[in-house]
């Protein structure tokens, strides 16, 4: 990080993710001028614009019996909408997928009744978060279920030959793209943050007063070196800190 005459850093982010754009947003926000090394022509352009875009609410894993994954995205969740909310302006709405369904396979690992046990055991965890939060899932909700659907149902939506119980639930995914639109956007609006796009980072190298510089190569394979940065924090950043953290300091 390069210190600016106003006391504040300039900041290297490698890779123009989700999370990268986001924490580039929000020290802009800040007051810091941010680099953001991205190795594709644009940002949130790859995995965190294909995927599902669901936000979990610990459904899916009834295998891990101490609950620490569901409680962990379950957190994640609850604070999804308030933390967009800093960086892009939005109505949820417009991104929400319809509400999941979760069918279980014949000869699962899981069956139906250990499920139903996990799922309601994600409910309470919930409730828990919420009331130390004050939020709610997606802005909207304050509380979530499974119900265990009947054979009519079921065969709605799946094959019953193969499928033992199903579960209806209000776990929703959200429009990736739209949402990854709305980041760049939000990025072009700025002066604060420079995007290095088509840029791969290939290298770093440190200075004894504890600076670094990036090496990076374009499309036509061109090297440059960055302009120095101070490393320990922005090091510390990556090595210590998830966009929570970062934000809270």
């Given at each position: 990080?390069?210190?600016?005459?106003?006391?504040?850093?300039?900041?290297?982010?490698?890779?123009?993710?989700?999370?990268?754009?986001?924490?580039?947003?929000?020290?802009?926000?800040r007051g810091y001028k941010v680099d953001i090394f991205e190795a594709h022509s644009e940002l949130v352009c790859k995995a965190s614009q294909h995927n599902e875009g669901k936000i979990y609410l610990g459904f899916i894993y009834a295998l891990d019996l101490s609950l620490n994954t569901?409680?962990?995205?379950?957190?994640?969740?609850?604070?999804?909408?308030?933390?967009l909310s800093r960086w892009i302006k939005f109505?949820?709405?417009?991104?929400?997928?319809?509400?999941?369904?979760y069918c279980v396979h014949k000869g699962t690992l899981a069956k139906a009744d250990k499920l139903a046990a996990h799922?309601?055991?994600?409910?309470?965890?919930?409730?828990?978060?919420?009331?130390?939060?004050?939020?709610?899932?997606?802005?909207?909700?304050?509380?979530?279920?499974?119900?265990?659907?009947?054979?009519?149902?079921?065969?709605?939506?799946?094959?019953?030959?193969y499928i033992d119980a199903a579960f209806e639930t209000n776990e929703y995914a959200i429009d990736t793209y739209k949402l990854a639109?709305?980041?760049?956007?939000?990025?072009?609006?700025?002066?604060?943050i420079t995007v290095r796009a088509n840029s791969k980072v290939v290298g770093l190298k440190k200075s004894d007063d504890n600076s670094f510089r990036k090496q990076y190569s374009n499309l036509e394979g061109?090297?440059?070196w960055s302009p120095p940065y101070q490393g320990n924090r922005v090091w510390n950043l990556v090595r210590k800190g998830s966009l929570l953290r970062v934000m809270a300091g």
């Open positions: 990080m390069l210190r600016n005459r106003d006391g504040l850093g300039r900041v290297a982010i490698i890779g123009g993710g989700l999370v990268g754009t986001c924490t580039a947003l929000e020290l802009s926000d569901a409680h962990t995205m379950i957190e994640g969740a609850i604070q999804f909408v308030e933390l109505d949820i709405e417009d991104l929400m997928s319809t509400p999941f369904h799922y309601q055991s994600c409910a309470d965890l919930f409730e828990d978060v919420r009331s130390q939060t004050g939020l709610k899932y997606l802005g909207l909700i304050e509380k979530i279920y499974s119900r265990r659907m009947n054979e009519q149902d079921i065969a709605d939506i799946a094959n019953p030959e639109s709305l980041l760049r956007q939000s990025v072009s609006q700025t002066d604060k061109a090297i440059t």
